[in-house]
């Protein structure tokens, strides 16, 4: 079993919809959790982080951790086609190494 | 200005040869990494570089060496190329080994025909 597992998808949304991605770990040491974005053919760029548990907004994009069901969770509001692109949770124990989740491709549709 | 920059972009090779794949940081970043990225998206950490030093040496085979002649380098040389090696390798940096914000470049497709 994999230290953070993510749901491979297609998700495929209508543009306008909220997109709602999820990642679980095993791993109680995590604190820090993070979303990163990859477009095709491009390297992953950091979108969102947060600390421990608790909810962060940026934007359309909403981060949600929750440390005693070891969830957490990205919301994309008001969805765009440029949207479209493998979303990637990520997360580390203190001064540890960076581990990924499998990625989620999420496809919206104009 | 590319942060992370690597090269070359994509490597066709036959199984059996050595190649190598350079990384370049501009972003004054103490810390570097190899990822593997297969055809599944799962990233995987290789190796991490702190300021020239090894810190992380993941289950890779000795086929794969790092190599950090400063702090902005780190390159990878891989042994007698596998089938199985085919995939994206990623070059990351960030801050330090505290930091979560890696920056990462755009990726070395690797073919092994």
Same mark, same amino acid.
């Given at each position: 079993q994999k230290e953070v597992e993510q749901d491979p998808g297609p998700l495929s949304v209508p543009e306008g919809a909220i997109v709602s991605l999820n990642c679980t770990y095993s791993n109680s040491a995590f604190q820090y959790f993070m979303w990163y974005r990859q477009y095709s053919r491009k390297g992953p760029e950091l979108l969102m982080y947060t600390y421990s548990s608790g909810n962060k907004e940026d934007g359309r994009f909403t981060a949600q951790v929750d440390k005693s069901s070891k969830y957490i969770s990205l919301f994309i509001r008001d *969805?765009?086609? *440029?949207?479209s692109a493998t979303y990637l949770c990520a997360m580390k124990a203190a001064g540890n190494k960076l581990t990924f989740g499998g990625g989620t491709r999420v496809l919206v549709k104009p | 200005d590319t942060a992370v920059s690597q090269t070359p972009k994509y490597l066709v090779t036959q199984m059996g040869n050595d190649k190598s794949i350079k990384c370049e940081q501009n972003?004054?970043?103490?810390t570097m990494y190899w990822y593997k990225q297969d055809s599944k998206k799962f990233l995987k950490i290789m190796f991490s570089y702190n300021n020239k030093e090894l810190i992380i040496n993941e289950t890779v085979p000795n086929r794969f060496s790092p190599k950090s002649p400063d702090k902005a380098h780190l390159n990878l040389h891989i042994n007698s190329l596998e089938l199985g090696d085919s995939a994206v390798y990623f070059c990351a940096s960030s801050q330090d080994t505290g930091d979560y914000g890696y920056t990462f470049g755009s990726g070395t497709r690797l073919t092994v025909v």
């Open positions: *969805s765009q086609p *440029s949207d | 972003l004054g970043h103490d």
